[in-house]
C-alpha cells in the first residue's frame, strides 16, 4: 500500500513564526503536491513539484514555499505564519503521467496559527 | 479557467440511495474521480471513470458520466452511516499531473 505521512497532524504556532511542514512518501512516486482545505473551499493548490529540486506554483502559492530535496520528502514553508494560514494542509503523492493520475493523500495536518 | 462544482451538503435516510453531483469545465479532462474524506482524516480514492465511459459500477457505487453536460455523478446504493463522509469531485487536467477538486459535499446519514 502506498503511504503518505505527514509530520504533524495537529500544530499550533504564533504570528510571524517560520513554520515547517513535512510530508514523505515510500513509493517512489514522481510528483508531490501540497493542499490547503478550508470549509466550501474545497482543496486548493499550494505548490507542487514533479521531480528532485523541481518545483511549481498552484493556485494559491502567496506566502509559502516549498522545498525538494529528496524524492520521497516534501516540504512546505510558511515564512511568517499569518492567521489567515489557519487551515488544514494536505499532502499527495502520484506517480507521473502515465499512470491515471491518481493522488493518494497523508492524513493532514491542522495548522492553528494565533 | 477549470471549476469543479458541488452542493455542499446531502441528507440521506439509512438504506436509502445517495446521489452526489458534480459539474466541470474542462471538456479535455481524461480522468474524473470521486474521493471519500472521513473525519480527521486525508482523502481516499473511491472510484474513477476514464472520460470515454459513460458509466462505471462497482459493489455499492454507480458513477454516470454525461461529457455533453460536463455532469459527473455518484450513487451510493443501501447508504449506510459509515458512509457519513465528504465526498469530492475531481477533474485530471490534460497535459498536466494536476488534479482540480471541487468543493466537497457533505454526506450525513440519519437512522
Known amino acids: 500500500d502506498v503511504k503518505v505521512t505527514q509530520s504533524s497532524r495537529y500544530l499550533v504556532k504564533r504570528t510571524g513564526e517560520k513554520v515547517f511542514l513535512e510530508c514523505v512518501q515510500d513509493?517512489?512516486?514522481?510528483?508531490m503536491f501540497w493542499y490547503r482545505q478550508d470549509p466550501g473551499l474545497g482543496l486548493r493548490l499550494i505548490y507542487f513539484s514533479y521531480d528532485v529540486k523541481m518545483k511549481e506554483k498552484g493556485d494559491i502559492p502567496e506566502g509559502y514555499s516549498v522545498s525538494r530535496e529528496k524524492k520521497e520528502r516534501f516540504s512546505l514553508i510558511l515564512e511568517s505564519a499569518s492567521t489567515n494560514q489557519t487551515s488544514m494542509y494536505l499532502c499527495?503523492?502520484?506517480?507521473?503521467?502515465?499512470?491515471?493520475?491518481?493522488?493518494?493523500f497523508g492524513p493532514g495536518t491542522r495548522l492553528t496559527v494565533t | 479557467g477549470e471549476d469543479v462544482e458541488q452542493s455542499l451538503f446531502l441528507s440521506v435516510r439509512e438504506g436509502d440511495s445517495s446521489v452526489i453531483n458534480c459539474t466541470y469545465t474542462?471538456?479535455?479532462?481524461?480522468?474524473l474521480y470521486w474521493y471519500k474524506q472521513e473525519p480527521g482524516a486525508g482523502l481516499q480514492l473511491l472510484t474513477y471513470i476514464f472520460s470515454n465511459m459513460d458509466m462505471k459500477q462497482d459493489q455499492r457505487l454507480t458513477v454516470l458520466l454525461n461529457k455533453k453536460d460536463k455532469h459527473l455523478s455518484l450513487r451510493i446504493a443501501d447508504t449506510q452511516t459509515g458512509d457519513s463522509a465528504i465526498y469530492f469531485c475531481a477533474e485530471s487536467i490534460r497535459s498536466t499531473d494536476k488534479l482540480i477538486f471541487g468543493t466537497g459535499t457533505r454526506l450525513q446519514v440519519f437512522p
Open positions: 513509493m517512489d512516486h514522481e510528483n
Open positions: 499527495a503523492s502520484s506517480l507521473d503521467s502515465a499512470s491515471s493520475y491518481e493522488q493518494y
Open positions: 474542462d471538456s479535455s479532462s481524461t480522468y
